[in-house]
């Protein structure tokens, strides 16, 4: 099981975060992080059971306030 990280900046990040990332991004609990990789837009990409999300997507998203991108990338299932 991963650790709690705290990160304390932007840098620090992992290019590639995973649903307990976004967990402690967050702060929310990780059953709310599995509510969220799920939202319509949210850029998650999906093999098998792994959620990966690129550190650079998720900022976007959160920046533009949670909606889709205007590019027409959404999810990948």
Known sequence: MKEKMKWN???ALPLILDVTDIQHIMGISRA????LVRIPGFPAVR???????SKKAFFNWLDSGGSPHENGKERTA
């Open 9 to 11: 900046d932007y840098d």
């Open 32 to 35: 709310s992080a599995y509510e």
């Open 47 to 53: 093999s098998g059971r792994q959620i990966k999300i």
